[in-house]
């Protein structure tokens, strides 16, 4: 149960406007997804992974505008690269309660997307999403993956890792907990639900997901929000995206 000291965190910090806020959360999503759509094409046609296509466009676009804009704020604001008022929520906790949050969240996570969503997914595409090509979801990848070079797949499983896996959940930690999400703080209880939204809308590329992903993420974005702590955000989501990285790398492995 959120303290009512948890309510309205870090009153110091500036407040966006809501217009502001969803263009901040919505716009390097709606880039990464327009050039994904585009590129996407002219790489499976060349015996590319789409989800290579997405890992690349995510490390060329997608990290340097999430952490530029903190940097220049940082430097706007303090005159140096410190992300010191920039990035808040960053109250330490006992490292029990890390493990205990995280086994917990973590859980939820993979219980709410494998078992409760997973068997509306597919309805869900059929019904809304089916004039999408197939090179745009990642089961293709997956059912064709043993048509692509060993180099291209050893490469996908390496960047997934790195870059899905650890560079990129703490990137958009940073960026949507750590400097968003505090800046809507006026709308209380209100705001991690917001931010959790925005943030499942934010992927573009997968539209289809937006229910699973509003439903798994919601508590552990109020888990950060009541601890007012990105850490944990930053374990559950490195650590969901490495064990998805996994099968990837477990499936390249058999063909390798």
Known sequence: MLTKNATIPNKDVEQHTLAKSILLHLLPGFFLTIIFIIAVPFAVRRGIPSFLVLLIAALLFLIPFELGYLLYQAKKRNGSFSLKGIVVFRQPIPVWQYLVLTFILLGWVYFAFMIVFAPFEKPIIDTFFSWVPDMYFAESFFNQIDQYSRFLLITTAVLGFFFNGLIGPVVEELYFRGFLLPRISRLGRWAP?????????????????????????????????????IYLGMIVHCLMNIVGTIFLMVAVLKLV
């Not at 917001?194 to 992927?203: A, D, K, P, Q």
């Not at 997968?206 to 974005?221: D, E, K, S, V």
Request: proline residues 8%; glycine residues 2%.
């Open 193 to 229: 639900l917001l931010n959790t939204v925005l943030f499942s809308l934010y992927h573009f590329f997968t539209p289809w997901q937006n229910p699973g992903r509003i439903l798994a993420l919601t508590p552990l974005y109020y888990a950060v929000w009541w601890k007012k702590n």
